[in-house]
């Protein structure tokens, strides 16, 4: 069979393992080895970086309004309102919402708790699925559902009574509402550290006025049209009306998931690139090595086109076996990294990620085959260039110096 004999040398010259190139191979493995662990490290990176901008979309974002309009003095007549801005063609949900906040409290421990207040009829989407996933109900009057993480934290369980304070308004003295846990639930999110759910009229009650409702909170098509949507809104509404949207409440956590993606990519990508370049000391070593044997080849008529092409196809190789062997690394390691984390805090007994720091409290993965491919493309076209120094060094190699005393 025709084996082109450049490319047949480079290969046997990479899985070489004789005696005199023992230090050439160790240090070849140490080449694949680190384009295998940088190509792998960067494609995990990038899935979980994804999987956090993805939770931030959909998850985060289904239970956090994209917009949330507030009236300064209440709205008693607010279905005309809530269909007018249901007319909009961005809006896709209105729902009317009362909030208020205090601190909640169980036998000798307490909490701040934000309270909210939601209609039974207009649930937003994310907590509704929420709700129905834990086999839940929107409590009637004197009941809340209160999140897994204040239930742990106040040592309290279903069916039985918390109390709220909550501060009263020019030097008025606080008032204690006491309100029976109804059920407890879990959004996965950093909701869990504060928020509580009741009916909208139970937080009016609170309130002092059980008829009106603070305002609404709006999911609309493309969240980052939320702005541009909240201010068309409010021209289309009477006076009175306010708005922030989800850039004001979790935009910075946005950025910094972008920018976290951005520099923990170009770390990553740096140790490719050192992985990569490492095959240069390598073939510059297999160059001293074998210097007498070039000069043979060349003696036996190998061209210096055919001496370039053995030691890219030597480096090349190195390149390829050690992306190849990452990107398998990578893919498995991706989608197995949830369940060796889950695994982690079985062992340790704590949870590695929690909501009073970061977002949410799981490991997100998302795999995007568009970043893979340019993981691997970048680091083949790396090592590639890493190997033409060497090959052009040893393309000059003289065969009277090499061969002038043998």
Same mark, same amino acid.
């Given at each position: 069979?025709?084996? @082109?004999?450049?490319?047949?040398?480079?290969?046997?010259? !990479?899985?070489?393992?004789?005696?005199?190139?023992?230090?050439?191979?160790?240090?070849?493995?140490?080449?694949?080895? *680190?384009?295998?662990?940088?190509? $792998?490290?960067?494609?995990?990176?990038?899935?979980?970086?994804?999987?956090?901008?993805?939770?931030?979309?959909?998850?985060?974002?289904?239970?956090?309004?994209?917009?949330?309009?507030?009236?300064?003095?209440?709205?008693?007549?607010?279905?005309? =309102?809530?269909?007018?801005?249901?007319?909009?063609?961005?809006?896709?949900?209105?729902?009317?919402?009362?909030?208020?906040?205090?601190?909640?409290? +169980?036998?000798?421990?307490?909490?701040?708790?934000?309270?909210?207040?939601?209609?039974?009829?207009?649930?937003?989407?994310?907590?509704?699925?929420?709700?129905?996933?834990? #086999?839940?109900?929107?409590?009637?009057?004197?009941?809340?559902?209160?999140? %897994?993480?204040?239930?742990?934290?106040?040592?309290?369980?279903?069916? %039985?009574?918390?109390?709220?304070?909550?501060?009263?308004?020019?030097?008025? @003295?606080?008032?204690?509402?006491?309100?029976?846990?109804?059920?407890?639930?879990?959004? +996965?999110?950093?909701?869990?550290?504060?928020?509580?759910?009741?009916?909208?009229?139970?937080?009016?009650?609170?309130?002092?006025?059980?008829?009106? &409702? %603070?305002?609404?909170?709006? %999911?609309?098509? #493309?969240?980052?049209?939320?702005?541009?949507? /909240?201010?068309?809104?409010?021209? =289309?509404?009477?006076?009175?009306?306010?708005?922030?949207?989800?850039?004001?409440?979790?935009?910075?956590?946005?950025?910094?998931?972008?920018?976290?993606?951005?520099? &923990?990519?170009?770390?990553?990508?740096?140790?490719?690139?050192?992985?990569?370049?490492?095959?240069?000391?390598?073939?510059?070593?297999?160059?001293?090595?074998?210097?007498?044997?070039?000069?043979?080849?060349?003696?036996?008529?190998?061209?210096?086109?055919?001496?370039?092409?053995?030691?890219?196809?030597?480096?090349?190789?190195?390149?390829?076996? /050690?992306?190849?062997?990452?990107?398998?690394?990578?893919?498995? *390691?991706?989608?197995?990294?949830?369940? !060796?984390? $889950?695994?982690? =805090?079985?062992?340790?007994?704590?949870?590695?990620?929690?909501?009073?720091?970061?977002?949410?409290?799981?490991? @997100?993965?998302?795999?995007?085959?568009?970043?893979?491919?340019?993981?691997?493309?970048?680091?083949?076209?790396?090592?590639?260039?890493?190997?033409?120094?060497?090959?052009?060094? $040893?393309?000059?190699?003289?065969?009277?110096?090499?061969?002038?005393?043998?």
């Amino acid at each position: 069979m025709f084996k @082109p004999l450049p490319l047949y040398l480079g290969l046997r010259y !990479f899985l070489s393992s004789g005696r005199s190139g023992l230090l050439v191979s160790f240090i070849s493995v140490l080449a694949v080895t *680190g384009v295998m662990v940088g190509v $792998a490290l960067l494609i995990m990176v990038l899935s979980v970086m994804n999987g956090f901008d993805r939770e931030l979309k959909t998850t985060i974002l289904s239970v956090v309004p994209h917009i949330q309009l507030e009236h300064q003095s209440g709205l008693t007549e607010w279905k005309s =309102e809530q269909s007018k801005i249901l007319e909009i063609e961005q809006v896709t949900q209105a729902v009317p919402y009362n909030s208020v906040e205090g601190l909640i409290i +169980h036998r000798s421990m307490s909490r701040p708790i934000q309270v909210l207040g939601l209609s039974k009829d207009s649930i937003p989407n994310g907590l509704n699925s929420i709700i129905n996933e834990h #086999d839940l109900a929107l409590p009637d009057a004197n009941g809340i559902l209160l999140s %897994q993480v204040i239930a742990d934290a106040l040592n309290v369980q279903s069916n %039985q009574n918390i109390s709220i304070v909550i501060s009263g308004d020019n030097n008025a @003295p606080a008032a204690v509402h006491s309100l029976r846990v109804d059920g407890i639930f879990s959004t +996965h999110t950093e909701l869990d550290q504060h928020v509580g759910l009741t009916s909208l009229t139970e937080v009016g009650r609170i309130l002092g006025d059980s008829a009106k &409702v %603070q305002g609404f909170q709006l %999911q609309i098509k #493309d969240q980052f049209d939320a702005r541009d949507v /909240g201010f068309r809104i409010i021209r =289309e509404l009477p006076v009175g009306y306010g708005f922030r949207d989800w850039f004001q409440t979790h935009g910075n956590l946005y950025k910094a998931i972008q920018l976290s993606r951005n520099i &923990v990519g170009l770390l990553i990508f740096l140790v490719v690139a050192i992985a990569a370049f490492n095959v240069v000391s390598m073939l510059m070593m297999t160059v001293m090595n074998k210097r007498k044997d070039i000069a043979v080849l060349q003696t036996l008529g190998l061209s210096r086109l055919n001496i370039i092409v053995l030691f890219l196809t030597q480096g090349s190789m190195i390149g390829f076996v /050690g992306t190849f062997l990452g990107l398998l690394l990578g893919v498995f *390691g991706s989608y197995g990294i949830s369940n !060796f984390v $889950a695994l982690v =805090e079985m062992s340790l007994g704590s949870a590695i990620l929690n909501t009073e720091v970061y977002p949410i409290d799981y490991i @997100p993965v998302d795999l995007r085959w568009g970043d893979v491919a340019i993981v691997v493309i970048t680091a083949l076209i790396l090592n590639i260039i890493a190997t033409v120094y060497p090959a052009l060094r $040893a393309s000059r190699t003289v065969p009277a110096d090499e061969l002038r005393y043998e």
